[in-house]
């Protein structure tokens, strides 16, 4: 009887600390003059809406763009808003780069509003299986945006973007298509790295939100969520963190993870209660240290120390 009572304190701790708003977030640059330097007109004037596109952006475009990230670093995009003042800076811009699937809620506003620029969806060409095409049991849904997380995927939003660079600016063609190429190599070998040291690994992990279903899809794992939304705002209640515990405890899972722009003692409360401990997995999201490739790469030794 004790015992149930401490779980029942547990979840009630849980369900009071999962609605904790996302204070560890650095919210600042909320000036967008702050976040747009002086720029060269003879380059390409570039936008990216995040930070992972915003970095695939300097990859390809190097000293022939002016490469400008949108929402700052530390700030969590799903629902950012841009500023009448940010308004105005699109509208001056050769190209905004998107990732598409909705995650830019306000990207048809933009277009209503007689943007004259190129709008690139680096999503185009990747498939997006439907609820119906999926297994029962995974969590992968139409809709969810979060295709970088997958190196496959982010090759193909590479090569988006260096096409979109070439078509608007064909004088550098050759530039942009090199440059694609050589960073597209560099995700190649994450992509290797990743499915070879995986392959005969533990295939069940536990994210915080349901940001990586593109991941566990490419390298056959799967994914369970504390957070059972696409947002890491979701709600998460007494219910369903009690199916964590138990889930993690049915599949001996002893890593809870956590990201860092999330308060963690709500992965730190399941961990204690399965006798684990917690890692980070990133989204990148809001990243503000090391670069798409780096945080992958920890992503993967994180995933490699849970499931291997």
């Known amino acids: 009887m004790s015992c149930n009572v ?57 000293e022939k763009v002016d490469a400008i ?12 808003e841009p500023t009448v003042k940010d308004v105005q800076r699109m509208q001056g ?37 439907t609820h119906e095409e999926e297994h029962e049991d995974e969590n992968h849904l139409e809709g969810d945006p979060h295709i970088w997380l997958n190196p496959v995927y982010a ?10 660079f070439s078509n608007v600016d064909p004088t550098n063609q050759q530039y942009y298509q ?3 190429a050589a960073y597209i190599k560099d995700l190649e070998l994450l992509d290797l790295k990743i499915r070879n040291d995986l392959s005969n690994c533990k295939n069940d992990f536990i994210a915080f939100h349901d940001a990586f279903s593109y991941f566990a899809d490419e390298y056959n794992l799967k994914q369970h969520t504390i957070i059972s939304s696409n947002d890491p705002h ?10 964590i515990i138990s889930t993690a405890k049915k599949l001996n899972i002893k ?3 956590a990201e860092e722009s999330v308060d963690t003692r709500t992965s730190q409360i399941i961990a204690n209660e399965i006798g684990g401990k917690v890692l980070v997995l990133s989204p ?5 240290d090391g670069t798409y490739i780096s945080k992958m790469t920890k992503n993967f030794e994180n995933l490699k120390e849970a499931l291997c």
Do not use: C
Request: proline share 3%; hydrophobic share 45%; aromatic share 8%.
């Open 234 to 243: 979701g709600e998460a209640t007494a219910k369903t963190l009690e199916n």
């Open 178 to 180: 090199s440059n694609a």
């Open 69 to 80: 990230l949108l929402v700052p670093v530390g700030v969590e995009p799903h629902d950012w």
């Open 6 to 62: 401490n779980i029942q304190i547990k979840m009630a701790i849980i369900a009071i600390a999962i609605v904790i708003p996302l204070s560890s977030i650095a919210v600042y640059g909320t000036d967008s003059n702050q976040r747009f330097v002086n720029i060269d007109n003879s380059r390409l004037q570039v936008i990216s809406s995040f930070y992972p596109l915003h970095e695939f952006s300097q990859n390809v475009g190097k």
């Open 155 to 164: 090759k193909i939003q590479v090569q988006n973007i260096a096409d979109a």
């Open 93 to 129: 811009t050769d190209l905004i780069i998107i990732n598409g699937i909705g995650f830019e809620n306000w990207v048809d506003d933009l277009e209503q509003s007689g943007y004259s620029g190129e709008i690139v969806d680096t999503s185009n060409g990747i498939l997006i299986k």
């Open 284 to 288: 990148l999201e809001s990243s503000s």
């Open 255 to 257: 890593v809870i993870f």
